[in-house]
């Protein structure tokens, strides 16, 4: 059995509406990246160096990052050569199936929050402006109230000129109460009274926006260590997630954010927002290997509903929809063949 008709079996029934979604979200990366590899497959048909060389450049265009590239042709290479392939049919699957084995190699990862039962759980969330954070945090606080959850929000980012308003408007959206002081208030301070306020509540999660300025790393990895530091007096082991959002249009620059990032805090999981809006959506892939930092959640429209946990295999369920039903067409058609 293939490595598509594995994932098609996996997710079918209660995941399909989810895989979808990810269908949905990735066609440009779909319409730009998997339909060049479906071209490269149909040009060449033999499998050899060329092929090869043709594929590489393909995913560095896509930003699956050099290592990334290089790590999955070796590993293409490798099963190539112990399989005795000789043409390219079945490539595409082949490809996928490698792709989900780099993103688990490593660390164990996974896409769930770490959020128990009997405590104030507090997500950090941090990034650049711009990226979409605030509408993140609106859009898990109402995925975390559709849960079941009682969800409160910490306006941090008391610097940015309407945050604090567009925190307020989605906690009016979502039925969720927002903690603030006036614009250019300390931070920790707006952090403090929420943790406060959170813990007399009995909230299950509270979710805290931060400021989102690189242009002073001295700055920012001082207001975020203070900000760590109030919330940890208050909660032992908090916060529980520091999540970090990235814009997924801007590719590679989204890694070096990474970097920085990962560099003045802990970051403990990616939220990967208008993955739906790129063409380069191999970032995904380049960030968990060269960072070693799962992504946690990916926004796949515009929709409340449409953030999503990220999910490996339904990742290349949407990034080769295309391939899949090309083979289900073949297998189709020789089966008919088989009947006459």
């Known amino acids: 059995m293939s490595f598509f008709k594995k994932i098609k079996?996996?997710?079918?029934?209660?995941?399909?509406?989810?895989?979808e979604k990810f269908k949905d979200g990735l066609t440009k990366t779909r319409d730009s990246f998997t339909s060049k590899v479906n071209d490269l497959v149909f040009r060449f048909r033999i499998v050899d160096e060329e092929f090869f060389e043709e594929l590489e450049e393909l995913l560095l265009q896509a930003d699956v990052g050099f290592e990334t590239v290089m790590e999955l042709i070796d590993l293409l290479k490798e099963e190539v050569q112990r399989k005795n392939i000789k043409n390219t049919t079945g490539m595409q699957s082949l490809i996928s199936e490698k792709l989900v084995e780099i993103y688990n190699s490593g660390e164990a990862v996974t896409s769930e929050l770490?959020?128990?039962?009997?405590?104030?759980?507090v997500i950090l969330m941090v990034g650049v402006n711009g990226v979409g954070?605030?509408?993140?945090?609106?859009?898990?606080?109402?995925?975390l109230k559709k849960e079941g959850k009682t969800v409160m929000l910490a306006a941090g980012?008391?610097?940015?000129?309407?945050?604090i308003e567009q925190l307020v408007v989605w906690g009016e959206r979502t039925g969720v109460e927002v903690v603030r002081q006036a614009e250019g208030s300390d931070p920790a301070a707006v952090i403090f009274d929420a943790v406060k306020a959170a813990k007399k509540r009995n909230v299950d999660v509270l979710i805290c926006d931060t400021a989102g300025r690189l242009q002073?790393?001295?700055n920012l990895m001082n207001e975020l260590e203070k900000v760590h530091r109030v919330i940890g007096r208050e909660i032992e082991g908090?916060?529980?997630?520091?999540?970090?959002?990235l814009d997924a249009t801007t590719g590679q620059n989204a890694l070096i954010q990474a970097q920085t990032f990962n560099e003045v805090t802990n970051v403990t999981g990616i939220v990967l927002t208008k993955l739906d809006g790129t063409a380069k959506g191999g970032i995904v892939l380049a960030i968990r290997n060269k960072l070693d930092i799962p992504v946690k959640f990916v926004g796949l429209g515009e929709g409340i509903d449409d953030l999503q946990p990220f999910d490996p295999e339904k990742y290349v369920y949407g990034l080769f929809a295309n391939g899949l039903e090309m083979e289900e067409t073949d297998d189709h058609e020789a089966e008919i063949e088989e009947d006459k």
């Open 238 to 245: 908090a916060p529980h997630e520091v999540l970090l959002a």
């Open 157 to 163: 980012d008391t610097f940015r000129a309407g945050a």
């Open 216 to 218: 002073n790393k001295v």
């Open 9 to 19: 079996d996996k997710i079918s029934g209660t995941n399909e509406a989810v895989a």
């Open 114 to 121: 770490d959020i128990k039962e009997d405590r104030l759980n």
């Open 133 to 143: 954070k605030t509408t993140t945090i609106g859009k898990m606080a109402a995925r």
